[in-house]
Structure formats: structure tokens, C-alpha cells
């Protein structure tokens, strides 16, 4: 009998891809596993819970016990757009190791909340992860959009995470990604203005520990300049968004 672990990240994509693979395999061949970084929105908890319920399946919540803060500070490095990790070791190392201790890569298939719009990550997971087989059943037709998949959880009195509401292109990490870009950092200082200055105070302090400039963001710019830029209204790109693509990202030229 074959296993299907569904990467559950407390996102819409996942909640839907564990929809499909339980609807296909059964919610008893079906496990969802949650990396948690200790760095959520409370409301992700919330959800989490209620979704896997929705699910049907049995959550696994597993965490390698640091957040992203305690790991840059560790490593002495600050995650940005190119390297991030934060989700190298929260996330991708902490799921393959579990993985690798508890399934036979001959009887288990992964899953993850890819959809069709960006198939072409997925194909190079799949290919990197190999010999294990990874599925990702939100690229099989239906083709639906993140509108449908809100509208598929109201239909089901399944709320849907709190950030989406405050605009938030994803529901990890409590609304931070060092992946993220002008337009999301904005949106975080307008919708969550304390959780913005405790990252601002977290990245000046590592500066200061490095002895280095650093920054999260492009160009050199900190969230503290990024900050007092909006505040003099200056001009910024909010449609540069980023994303969280950390699970399926590769760990070339990883700090």
C-alpha cells in the first residue's frame, strides 16, 4: 500500500493539494507533516487544526526548534532573495530527514501545494528529489486560482487564514520572507506595524553583530530605510511582492 505525505504548510495551496490526494488515495494513506518554524501568525495554528479536521488525515507537526532570527544569528549570515536558511534547515533538510527515517521511497509518494502557474518548479523538485517520487496535484486539471480555492474553503465553513484577509500573498513565517520585497514589507508595516519593527530591530541587531551591511532586502536597502521611506512617502515598487518558494527551492550556494 502505498503512503502519501502532503507538505501541510498551513497555506491554501497545501490545504487543496491534501484535498485532491485524499480524494484520490484516501484519507488513510494520508499523512500531512508541518514544519513549524516557531515564527507563525497565531492564526496559522487556527487553521492548521481546523484544516487538517477538514482534511481528514492525521497532522504531523514536526520543528527543528530555532526560528529563522536564532538561525541567522547562528550562522552568522542574513537570509535575502538568493539564499535563504531560514527554510533550508526549518524547513527542506528538517522534512527530508523525517521523511527519510519514517517512509520506504519505494511506497511513498510526496505531495506539494505547487499549482499549474508554476509547474516548471515543480518539475525541477521533482527531478532533484529523485529517487523519491513528488506529486503536485494542484497542477492536474481542474486549473483553478487561489479565488477558487478561498471560495472552495467558505464552501466547506473552512476560514480561511487571517493574512490573506491583510493581503498577504502567503500565510508562513507570520507574514515575514526574506524572499519578499518592497511591496510585501510594506504591506506588513501597514497591517502588522509591531511584527514589522520587531524584524527591523532583529536585522539592525545582526548588522551590528556582524559588523557588516547587511540587509534582507535588494540593493542594500534595511527594513529600517524601507521603513522611513514609506513614512516620507517616498517612492517604492509594491507590486515587487517576492514569494515564498522556500520549500521547493534547491540549497545551491546555501550559506
Same mark, same amino acid.
Given at each position: 500500500m502505498m503512503q502519501h505525505i502532503v507538505f501541510f504548510s498551513g497555506g491554501m495551496g497545501s490545504w487543496a493539494a491534501a484535498k485532491r490526494v485524499v480524494e484520490r488515495h484516501g484519507a488513510a494513506n494520508t499523512r500531512l507533516l508541518f514544519m513549524d518554524t516557531r515564527m507563525e501568525d497565531e492564526d496559522l495554528y487556527r487553521f492548521l487544526d481546523e484544516a487538517a479536521a477538514n482534511v481528514g488525515a492525521p497532522l504531523i507537526r514536526i520543528a527543528e526548534g530555532r526560528t529563522p532570527w536564532e538561525v541567522f544569528f547562528d550562522r552568522r549570515f542574513l537570509g535575502n532573495s538568493r539564499v535563504d536558511p531560514c527554510s533550508q534547515i526549518l524547513k527542506r533538510r528538517l522534512a527530508d530527514a523525517w521523511v527519510a527515517e519514517h517512509c520506504d521511497p519505494a511506497a511513498t509518494v510526496c505531495h506539494v501545494g505547487i499549482d499549474w502557474t508554476e509547474r516548471h518548479r515543480f518539475d525541477r523538485l521533482a527531478q532533484r528529489k529523485l529517487p523519491w517520487v513528488y506529486e503536485a496535484p494542484m497542477c492536474d486539471p481542474p486549473y483553478i486560482n487561489r479565488y477558487d480555492i478561498?471560495?472552495? @474553503?467558505?464552501?466547506?465553513?473552512?476560514?480561511?487564514?487571517?493574512?490573506?484577509? @491583510?493581503?498577504?500573498?502567503?500565510?508562513?513565517?507570520?507574514?515575514?520572507?526574506?524572499?519578499?520585497?518592497? %511591496?510585501?514589507?510594506?504591506?506588513?508595516?501597514?497591517?502588522?506595524?509591531?511584527?514589522?519593527?520587531w524584524h527591523e530591530e532583529n536585522e539592525q541587531a545582526l548588522r551590528h553583530h556582524l559588523?557588516?551591511?547587511?540587509? #534582507?532586502?535588494? %540593493?542594500?536597502? +534595511?527594513?529600517?530605510?524601507?521603513?522611513?521611506? #514609506?513614512?516620507?512617502?517616498?517612492?517604492?515598487?509594491?507590486?515587487? #511582492?517576492?514569494?515564498?518558494?522556500?520549500? #521547493?527551492?534547491?540549497? +545551491?550556494?546555501?550559506?
Open positions: 478561498l471560495r472552495w @474553503m467558505k464552501s466547506e465553513d473552512l476560514a480561511p487564514p487571517r493574512l490573506y484577509g @491583510m493581503g498577504f500573498a502567503h500565510n508562513n513565517c507570520g507574514g515575514f520572507c526574506v524572499k519578499a520585497g518592497q %511591496g510585501h514589507f510594506a504591506n506588513l508595516l501597514r497591517a502588522l506595524p509591531e511584527r514589522y519593527a559588523v557588516k551591511d547587511v540587509s #534582507i532586502l535588494k %540593493g542594500g536597502e +534595511t527594513l529600517k530605510a524601507l521603513r522611513e521611506k #514609506i513614512e516620507a512617502k517616498g517612492e517604492i515598487d509594491l507590486f515587487e #511582492i517576492g514569494g515564498c518558494g522556500c520549500f #521547493i527551492d534547491d540549497d +545551491t550556494g546555501a550559506a
